[in-house]
């Protein structure tokens, strides 16, 4: 029983369901509606959804009681884990994938942000230390 | 830190996915608790027992799923990335060889750690794991690990090449799950938290969101009729 979730606003739900399944990996759960999707990787459920209108049964993407709209982009993301990040990011700009930065060399890990097709960040880590490192189960 | 596992209980929201140790941690402090003094066992009696019911189900499920990973482990599915293995639905293109394993990651900004903190973890129910201050954390709760970092701080606040500065916001989200998110909010709102949209019905949830003392966006969902939950493993 998976419960982690997040939720990722997007433009174009197709194009964002391809650039996650095709680019990152992910696999697609569920798309029963033009504005909403949900894909999982590992034990990450990630729920794309585009901006609806007030009134749409869907409750995810609404405006904000203050009328404003959600939208795509800022600066909090989800972080994926990889084994060999110079390798992954060579594959990601062969693809044509949008970068925010170089590959940073942090504390404990290296880290680089992509961006999805609307803009949202993505960050891909290798972690140099075992703290860093996702604990199996 | 090392605070009673116990408080969690006593939590506006008690996690519902925690870390198998903090769920051992619990069941122990449980069974502490229970075989303890009777006036320990008169002030908690049937939320104890509640609890320990809950309790002993999410160590099952824990087993389980570690059960599961020992087996892929053992499979050697796991021993290289995931995607360079068969997959049921093989991605094209040249997939990202992500390894999403254990609790998955999120980063948030916020301008006061301290602050953040203290509203995860006492609102929230996360717990810290550790403290860099003044420039990040790392927080586990609800089935994340929550990652805290400063803007213009060094890490992952720096500045990117072209100047930009990271910063907190935007219409991204964790989401945590709920039993009851109307109770939910009225106790966050009676502690205080900014609430950023009330409750309301969406397709198989109700949902609300807060907002933590930076202005990031956290989601709460109570699933009602048709919530779709995954059935097997990825």
Redesign the interface.
Known sequence: MSTVSVRYIVDDVDAAIAFYRDRLGFRELMHPDPAFAMLTHGDLRLVLVAPVPEGHPGGGSRPMPDGTAQRPGGWNRFMLQVEDLPAAVGELRTAGVTFRNEIVDGIGARQVMIEDPSGNPVELFEPLRAEARLAPG | MAADPLDALRLSVVP??PR?EFTAALLRRINEAVTGTSEEVGNIGLVIQRALDNAEQMQA?MQA??AA??EL?ASGA?E????SQP???P???????????????????VGDLDAAIEFYCQRLGFEEE?R?APA?AMLYG????L?LSV?GLP??G?P??DGTV????????????VPDVTATIAELRAAGVRI???V????A?R?A?VEDPAG?LV?LYEPTAGY???SSA?
Not at chain 2, 80 to 83: E, G, I, K, L, Q
Not at chain 2, 142 to 145: A, D, E
């Open positions: 519902v996915d198998p499920q799923r570690a990973i020992d482990i796991l290289r990335h995931v995607s997959a049921p639905q991605p094209q293109g040249a997939p990202i060889a992500a390894r999403v394993r254990g609790n998955p990651t999120v980063r948030y900004f550790l860099s990040f609800g089935g994340f690990r990652l803007p890490g992952a720096r990117l090449p990271p910063a907190a916001g935007g219409s991204n989200r964790i989401t945590l799950q950023h949209a009330d309301s019905a969406g397709v949830v949902q969101l990031n989601e779709h939950e995954r990825p």
